[in-house]
């Protein structure tokens, strides 16, 4: 009689906890897509919209630099005079107007240098967004897993109750003992313990997003949709030289060599002066003419009296340049061995995929069945049941967990590239162009 009450318990226990435990986190006011995540966060992300300012006072600075001096003006007048002088005999007040003359082209130089600083804060702003929309995508991928995960989970309590309900029978009939309730219950309990786990997996991924999209962290985010993604049909030549053509690392290094050797050029352009233009009207001090004399004059620095100052900054520039050379093919070396880890990542998660999906989850499903046929029948024990339950939970959840490692896998694989491999939804945002 206590056992009978025991199962009838545990009937009702695993009902309760079936139908109770998911439903804060299913109550989401709306569902949500990955194109409508991937262009909140390219539209509302702090550091997005940070790279982008820098990048667009960098613009600002190209016409800065190509501009002229300015133009200098100065005046003196006499304040006072302590000696008789003759009429006209001193000036009393004089204006004087001087420009540089870039004749040497060096504002242009400098304005070169500039337009590639700027093609650096460029690529720096288009790597910040390839990195945050992986994050996010990294995310979105982990989120719709942990739904699944938990419906997953659901169905397992649900096929518990199923288990616990023909032990009840069998026991009744004296077919089974109260030991099958008890791993029943052992079953139920570990399986609540997971639900707790993914529900705070969920709880962090949406954090996570709400986050990246610039959102009030504790504010409700809809359930994600099952992203569609496209084939990826990802060839090892073709990716490497579109990693080459598009990666921010690499045109940014190039970018730089291309400053050194602008700073070389200015280096070896100091050598020659720039004139100063100077344009000069006096007034005598008994004159009634607004201007007396106008004189006009050249200016300039002498340079070549100071040669290891000027050969040392020549120096300079040449070992910044070698500098930037060695750090592209560094960048070079590297985006490669990046692209080669990335790609054996999406070819190994694809292989599981695969594998759980076509061939282990099918057999998992049938060795369940077979069971659970068996076990009905009087052919098999509870043990043998439940193990096979056990195991097809695991299956299933591996499955689940290497779907969202392969799309996770390809997210980063486009963030290295630097480019839209045409996996992903395509999303209308006001990226970096």
């Given at each position: 009689?206590?056992?009978?009450?025991?199962?009838?318990?545990?009937?009702t226990?695993?009902?309760?906890n079936?139908?109770?435990?998911?439903?804060?986190?299913?109550?989401a006011?709306?569902?949500?897509?990955?194109?409508?995540?991937?262009?909140?966060?390219?539209?509302?992300?702090?550091?997005?919209q940070?790279?982008?300012?820098?990048?667009?006072?960098?613009k600002?600075?190209?016409?800065?630099?190509?501009?002229?001096?300015?133009?200098?003006?100065s005046?003196?007048?006499?304040?006072?005079?302590?000696?008789?002088v003759?009429?006209?005999?001193?000036t009393?007040?004089i204006?004087?107007?001087?420009?540089?003359i870039?004749?040497?082209?060096?504002?242009?130089?400098?304005?070169?240098?500039?337009?590639?600083d700027?093609?650096?804060?460029f690529e720096q702003?288009?790597r910040?967004?390839?990195?945050?929309?992986?994050?996010?995508?990294?995310?979105?991928?982990?989120?719709?897993n942990?739904?699944?995960?938990?419906?997953?989970n659901?169905r397992?309590?649900?096929?518990?109750?199923q288990?616990?309900?023909?032990?009840r029978?069998?026991?009744?009939?004296?077919?089974?003992?109260?030991?099958?309730?008890?791993?029943s219950?052992?079953?139920a309990s570990?399986?609540?313990?997971?639900?707790?786990?993914?529900?705070?997996?969920?709880?962090?991924?949406?954090?996570?997003?709400?986050v990246?999209?610039?959102?009030?962290?504790?504010?409700?985010?809809?359930?994600?949709?099952d992203?569609?993604?496209?084939?990826?049909?990802?060839?090892?030549g073709?990716?490497?030289?579109r990693?080459?053509?598009?990666r921010?690392?690499?045109?940014?290094?190039?970018a730089?060599?291309?400053?050194?050797?602008?700073?070389?050029?200015?280096?070896?352009?100091?050598?020659i002066?720039d004139?100063?233009?100077t344009?000069?009207?006096?007034?005598?001090?008994?004159?009634?003419?607004?201007?007396?004399?106008?004189?006009?004059g050249?200016?300039?620095?002498?340079?070549?009296?100071?040669p290891?100052k000027?050969?040392?900054?020549?120096?300079?520039?040449?070992?910044?340049?070698?500098a930037?050379?060695?750090?592209?093919?560094?960048?070079?070396a590297e985006?490669l061995?990046?692209?080669?880890?990335?790609?054996?990542?999406?070819?190994?998660?694809k292989?599981?995929?695969?594998?759980?999906?076509?061939?282990?989850?099918?057999?998992?499903r049938?060795?369940?069945?077979?069971?659970?046929?068996?076990?009905?029948?009087?052919?098999?024990?509870?043990?043998?049941?439940?193990?096979?339950q056990?195991?097809l939970?695991?299956?299933?959840?591996m499955?689940?967990?290497h779907v969202?490692d392969?799309?996770v896998?390809?997210?980063?694989?486009?963030?290295?590239v630097?480019a839209?491999?045409?996996?992903?939804?395509?999303?209308?945002?006001?990226?970096?162009k």
């Amino acid at each position: 009689m206590k056992t009978l009450t025991l199962l009838l318990l545990l009937l009702t226990s695993l009902s309760v906890n079936a139908e109770q435990s998911p439903g804060d986190i299913r109550n989401a006011p709306a569902r949500v897509s990955l194109s409508e995540v991937t262009r909140t966060v390219l539209d509302r992300n702090p550091a997005i919209q940070q790279a982008l300012r820098k990048w667009a006072a960098a613009k600002e600075r190209v016409t800065q630099q190509a501009a002229w001096d300015d133009l200098k003006v100065s005046g003196n007048s006499r304040a006072a005079r302590f000696v008789d002088v003759a009429p006209n005999s001193f000036t009393d007040q004089i204006v004087s107007v001087e420009q540089i003359i870039p004749i040497t082209g060096k504002n242009l130089t400098r304005a070169r240098i500039a337009t590639a600083d700027a093609v650096v804060a460029f690529e720096q702003a288009r790597r910040e967004q390839l990195d945050v929309v992986a994050k996010a995508r990294a995310s979105y991928f982990r989120l719709v897993n942990a739904y699944a995960q938990l419906e997953l989970n659901r169905r397992n309590l649900t096929s518990l109750r199923q288990l616990a309900e023909v032990s009840r029978s069998r026991y009744e009939t004296g077919k089974a003992s109260a030991a099958d309730a008890l791993a029943s219950e052992l079953e139920a309990s570990k399986l609540l313990e997971s639900e707790q786990d993914t529900i705070r997996n969920i709880s962090a991924e949406q954090s996570q997003l709400n986050v990246l999209m610039n959102r009030d962290a504790f504010a409700p985010l809809g359930q994600p949709e099952d992203a569609s993604i496209g084939p990826a049909e990802l060839s090892m030549g073709e990716t490497r030289a579109r990693m080459i053509g598009n990666r921010p690392e690499i045109k940014a290094a190039q970018a730089k060599i291309d400053i050194e050797k602008s700073r070389l050029d200015l280096a070896r352009r100091n050598w020659i002066p720039d004139p100063a233009v100077t344009v000069q009207a006096q007034r005598y001090n008994d004159a009634r003419q607004a201007a007396s004399e106008i004189d006009a004059g050249v200016s300039f620095t002498v340079p070549w009296v100071n040669p290891g100052k000027y050969s040392a900054a020549i120096r300079e520039a040449k070992e910044n340049l070698a500098a930037e050379e060695q750090g592209f093919d560094r960048t070079n070396a590297e985006s490669l061995g990046a692209l080669r880890d990335a790609l054996q990542k999406v070819h190994t998660a694809k292989h599981h995929v695969d594998l759980f999906r076509d061939k282990l989850a099918p057999q998992a499903r049938q060795a369940f069945e077979a069971n659970q046929f068996s076990y009905e029948s009087g052919k098999a024990t509870f043990l043998d049941w439940i193990t096979a339950q056990r195991n097809l939970r695991d299956v299933e959840a591996m499955a689940q967990q290497h779907v969202a490692d392969y799309r996770v896998a390809l997210a980063e694989l486009e963030a290295i590239v630097g480019a839209d491999l045409k996996i992903f939804p395509s999303t209308k945002s006001k990226e970096a162009k």
